[in-house]
């Protein structure tokens, strides 16, 4: 088999965690991974640790310049019990002016679309869609989940575990979700968006493939779904022509959550991961992973070198944008207030030992 270990890799799409864990050990990440770059998906909405994720995001951008992008992530008054949820589109603009390079909804999620109940074409998105739209900014999107999620018959046992079981109802379904996504490319077709997770269309090339056509400043990246690669096999022809026929629009990710607690491991886990990933895009070797039986593709050089790299700097830039360090300590100090009066005093404290840390990179 051909090597292709002196192709650039960066990897769009790896989950930064609301902790300082994150930021001690994501570097490790990075080298174990061989990653010449890496995008932080700085998702904010979950909790009141979410406060503190994107600031994280840029303070791990700031340790390693050059080499780490930064997507922030919206708030939203059902967030949490610090009240900070500001209109969408001041968001996006302070996190782009703090030096995030792009944005990361996971408001296409079932479960977060079900506790926010708002559709992603709801009239209080436009303005947020039309600065994103306007300032060319790139967006990496997760919209629905495995069809199989929806079925009781079919749903995996990971799926009922983590409470990504959909068919009881209460969850928007999956065409009700790319009906929105449609919507919302009729009012903005210049967005510059990432579908995450082959769109979860994996099992259905033809009509992915329709969805590309007809939005050309769409892409997808290849961050593994329990259910992707075993898709890719079972059509092993159709999914090598897919591959190439759009290696234009295809971004490597892996869906990493960087920086878990430290152990003689660390990065190890992320290493197999993009190994097996890169095994089945670059060989046609038959192997087993993740309980599935796979089968390689075998992509062809220029194909791989943009899949692996060159679409992710075409999409969000050459170089990451630099952190501006007045508005990132300002916002510090805006949510050390916030969480103080809100008596949430261990985030406050966190909050103030990240600023400190911004402000020892601002000294040198």
């Known amino acids: 088999m051909e090597r292709y270990d002196d192709l650039p890799l960066t990897d769009?799409?790896?989950?930064?965690?609301?902790?300082?864990?994150?930021?001690?050990?994501?570097?490790?990440?990075?080298?174990?991974?061989?990653?010449?770059?890496?995008?932080?998906?700085?998702?904010?909405?979950?909790?009141?640790?979410?406060?503190k994720t994107s600031l994280l995001g840029?303070?791990?951008?700031?340790?390693?310049?050059?080499?780490?992008?930064?997507?922030?992530?919206?708030?939203?008054?059902?967030?949490?019990?610090?009240?900070?949820?500001?209109?969408?589109?001041?968001?996006?603009?302070h996190l782009v002016e703090m030096g995030c390079d792009g944005i990361k909804l996971i408001e296409g999620k079932p479960t977060i679309r079900k506790m926010l109940?708002?559709?992603?074409?709801?009239?209080?998105?436009?303005?947020?869609?039309?600065?994103?739209e306007e300032e060319s900014v790139p967006v990496l999107f997760h919209v629905a989940d495995p069809?199989?999620?929806?079925?009781?018959?079919?749903?995996?046992?990971?799926?009922?575990?983590?409470?990504?079981f959909y068919g009881d109802g209460t969850f928007t379904g999956k065409e009700e979700l790319y009906a929105e996504v449609e919507s919302v490319l009729a009012k903005h077709p210049n967005l510059r968006v990432v579908f995450a997770h082959f769109y979860f269309l994996s099992a259905d090339l033809d009509r992915l493939e329709r969805f590309l056509a007809d939005h050309p400043n769409a892409s997808i990246d290849i961050t593994p779904g329990s259910e992707m690669y075993a898709d890719f096999s079972a059509q092993v022809d159709r999914a090598r022509d897919f591959f190439i026929d759009h290696a234009d629009r295809i971004l490597f990710g892996?869906?990493?959550?960087?920086?878990?607690?430290?152990?003689?491991?660390?990065?190890?886990?992320?290493?197999?991961?993009?190994?097996?990933?890169?095994?089945?895009?670059?060989?046609?070797?038959?192997?087993?992973?993740?309980?599935?039986?796979?089968?390689?593709?075998?992509?062809?050089?220029?194909?791989?070198?943009?899949?692996?790299?060159?679409?992710?700097?075409?999409?969000?830039?050459?170089?990451?944008?630099?952190?501006?360090?007045?508005?990132?300590?300002?916002?510090?100090?805006?949510l050390e207030d916030l969480t103080r009066d809100a008596g949430l005093s261990e985030i406050a404290h966190d909050l103030v030992e990240i600023r400190e840390r911004f402000e020892g990179l601002a000294a040198r």
């Open 254 to 334: 892996t869906d990493i959550m960087g920086g878990w607690s430290p152990d003689p491991g660390l990065g190890q886990r992320e290493k197999a991961r993009v190994a097996d990933m890169r095994r089945f895009l670059e060989s046609d070797d038959e192997f087993g992973w993740w309980g599935h039986e796979l089968h390689g593709i075998a992509l062809p050089r220029e194909d791989l070198a943009a899949i692996y790299a060159g679409n992710f700097r075409r999409w969000a830039g050459e170089r990451p944008q630099p952190v501006h360090m007045p508005d990132v300590l300002a916002e510090c100090g805006r």
């Open 117 to 132: 109940g708002r559709p992603l074409d709801d009239p209080r998105y436009d303005d947020f869609y039309s600065y994103l």
């Open 12 to 51: 769009c799409h790896v989950h930064m965690r609301g902790d300082m864990v994150s930021v001690e050990n994501l570097h490790g990440v990075m080298d174990a991974c061989g990653y010449d770059a890496m995008a932080l998906m700085c998702i904010a909405l979950r909790d009141d640790r979410g406060l």
């Open 147 to 164: 069809e199989s999620f929806w079925d009781p018959e079919l749903a995996p046992p990971s799926a009922h575990e983590r409470g990504w």
């Open 58 to 93: 840029l303070l791990f951008k700031a340790l390693y310049p050059g080499k780490v992008y930064a997507f922030g992530g919206l708030r939203h008054p059902e967030s949490g019990d610090v009240p900070d949820a500001r209109p969408y589109a001041e968001q996006a603009r």
